[in-house]
């Protein structure tokens, strides 16, 4: 009968990987899990999320969002998109989260008016309290650590990678949130930006809490927080919004 049995797919008498608890290539090390990939949005059809997202809009409703005091949120849903309604306040979403990749796509309106921070002005606040800034920043200049994709207040990005008002706009980005020790910041928060494919922000650190026309610190709060899109009373677009949890899952010891 011929042999059947499956090769081996690694070693059991490596030496131990440093920091680790696994050997050089463990044959009892976790398998990364598999996961379909998502397809790329173009401006003329939205892409599909990878098959472990977390869809937070998937162009229908408004169904995993709150408005103003938790109430429903009344923004413009049509065509897929979700649209800022000034006055009627920022939205959060229900779901909360720490460490995340998050995924979503803007566009400022097509006909221009204003100009610095009154053209296409909205955020993006991770945990409901860091914003990333959402401006029409196409042929429009305004203060550094307010142009598209900074750290509000903080950072402005490495470049200005706008694309015209009404094209649709893309942050993919890694957040890690700050860690706490009762009151005492242990480390703070981290962002990695890519705006339109561009980095804007390479792990850099974030200094506080987003605040205007000051310097910002720290203060304790949950390790989890909702995603918080600003009224800022432009009408701003968005669409296809959605996120992966970072989680390990290969640091149990071996048995």
Known sequence: MADTAKPAIGYDDTPIIPGSCWRVHDSKRPQPRVVVPGTFS????????????????????????VGKDGGAAEWKVENGCMEVVPGKGDIRTKAE?????????????????????G???SGVFMMGLYEIQVLD???NLTYADGTTGALYGQSPPLVNA????G?????????IAPRFAGDRLLSPA??????NGVLLHLMKDVQGTT?????????????????????HRDLVRFRNIWYRPLTAYDQTAPA
């Open 190 to 195: 981290y962002v990695t930006l890519f705006f």
């Open 137 to 139: 920043c196409y042929q």
């Open 97 to 117: 989260f720490g460490d995340c990749q998050l995924h979503l796509e803007w566009s400022a309106p097509t006909v221009v008016k204003g100009e610095s921070q």
């Open 162 to 165: 706008c694309r015209a008002p």
């Open 119 to 121: 053209r296409g002005n």
């Open 211 to 231: 605040q205007h026309r000051k310097t910002t610190e720290y203060k304790a709060h949950a390790p989890v927080g909702p995603l918080k899109l600003q009224d």
């Open 42 to 65: 173009t401006q003329e059809s939205i892409g599909v999320p990878p098959s472990d997202a977390i869809v937070l809009f998937d162009g229908r409703d408004l169904a995993n969002w």
């Open 167 to 175: 094209l649709w706009q893309t942050y993919d980005l890694i957040w």
